[in-house]
């Protein structure tokens, strides 16, 4: 079966699940790639890849704004910013998934990327071994071709090997254990917790140096966050993140990298590091900016009062005058204003839903029988409660609130919704 597998994995495409980029793959014409050696460092370690002079814009709203970036070997950057500040855009080109407007991307020769989306999507028919295994498809597609006796077998197998080919099979087997994946289990069967673990292997199973995530601790529960630490941790690679979680950040990151108006600033340490330099560094350009607006309104009543266009003086005045105004104008504030007025409904009833003996089942991901997710649940939701539902992935929280929100039903059981 696994050989049959190894056929159909090299056919697969990943788009969309994990793209991996290594040295063979071109760059879109548009963004400069050099192989050579870096001059960037950052600190005593060479740069694996440098971004300088990016732009990036979706309409007149600029994301990159000559935008430049170094990653340094066994670095764990959290990207963090505002939402919609252009965050994921800069991962994926960072990862080459995509490209910039415009800018200039260099690489180290040989560096091995692997790109986990926020959301993966997944062969929902596919095992779990046959997922993991795509993301080695380019490797099996060498394979294939060597075993079909296409192109020069010697080159073949030089490249098979510099990858680690041949023991395929061993390498998916080993990341499903260390993931603590069924490899029989079908996608379909699977909680959102199990399928970005998934997605998580598919990247860990190329071996990449380095990892770029988005959003990865989204459908994980405590435990599993917990083990994805120790995970990242232990990597020998270097990884770049996006996280709203800041004990995540605080537990893995080595530098925060914030992305502001366009521009990305570093910041070193973890997140609560950041927040202390960035109070420091808020303080001093609120006073920057209050002297040069101090400054303005006293040469805005000096020109009013009429002056001696004959004057060097004067003119001097009048030139670091229009330089304040363009300077003014420049500068693009932090923070918008939003007023924002929703419509509001009459309020519910006092019972918002109740539960009463009720039971939901779902076929089991190893294919032996159903397994129970929801066994004689009962209880009653009010206008006002306020719930946390916890537990570890599969186990079914997503579950209980489709059945309270009556987007499935019980098995067994009644559902009163108010």
Not at 47 to 58: G, V
Not at 163 to 181: A, F, I, P, S
Not at 259 to 281: A, I, M, W
Not at 322 to 332: D, I, Q, T, V
């Amino acid at each position: 079966m696994q050989q049959q597998v190894m056929t159909d994995m090299a056919t697969m495409s990943t788009v969309g699940v994990v793209a991996v980029e290594g040295a063979r793959r071109p760059y879109p014409s548009r963004v400069i790639t050099s192989s050579a050696n870096l001059d960037c460092r950052e600190g005593e370690n060479m740069a694996l890849l440098t971004l300088s002079d990016a732009q990036l814009a979706f309409g007149h709203v600029p994301l990159l704004d000559h935008t430049d970036f170094a990653l340094a070997a066994a670095e764990r950057v959290g990207l963090i910013g505002r939402n919609g500040a252009g965050k994921s855009s800069l991962l994926k080109i960072l990862a080459g998934v995509e490209k910039p407007d415009d800018g200039t991307l260099q690489v180290q020769q040989g560096l091995l990327r692997a790109y986990v989306p926020q959301e993966p999507v997944l062969e929902a028919e596919s095992t779990v071994f046959e997922s993991v295994s795509s993301g080695l498809g380019a490797v099996l597609a060498l394979i294939e071709s060597y075993a079909d006796g296409r192109g020069d077998l010697d080159t073949l197998q030089r490249e098979i090997e510099a990858q680690d080919g041949w023991n395929w099979q061993r390498r998916v087997e080993e990341t499903l254990h260390r993931l603590h994946l069924p490899a029989n289990a079908r996608i379909t069967t699977l909680s959102g917790g199990m399928r970005k673990r998934v997605a998580l292997a598919q990247a860990l199973v190329t071996r990449p140096d380095v990892l770029f995530l988005d959003e990865p601790t989204n459908h994980l529960d405590l435990d599993a966050i917990d083990w994805l630490e120790e995970l990242l941790l232990d990597f020998k690679g270097s990884v770049v993140t996006i996280t709203h979680d800041r004990a995540f950040l605080d537990r893995i990151a080595t530098r925060i990298v914030e992305l502001d108006r366009g521009q990305l600033r570093g910041y070193p340490g973890n997140f609560s590091r950041y927040q202390v330099l960035k109070d420091e560094q808020s303080a001093y350009e609120s006073v920057v900016s209050a002297k040069a607006d101090k400054l303005l309104a006293q040469e805005e009543v000096w020109v009013r009062k009429g002056v001696e266009a004959r004057r060097t003086r004067a003119q001097g005045r009048i030139t670091r005058l229009e330089r304040l105004r363009s300077n003014r104008a420049a500068r693009r504030e932090a923070l918008g204003r939003v007023k924002l007025e929703v419509a509001t409904g009459l309020p519910s009833g006092k019972i918002v839903a109740e539960l009463t003996e009720v039971s939901k089942s779902f076929a089991d991901p190893s294919g032996e029988g159903v397994r129970s997710v929801v066994s004689d649940f009962s209880a009653t939701l009010l206008r006002g409660d306020k719930v946390g539902v916890v537990g570890p992935n599969g186990a079914g929280k997503t579950t209980l609130l489709k059945l309270i929100l009556g987007e499935i039903e019980p098995d067994a059981g009644s559902v009163r919704r108010g």
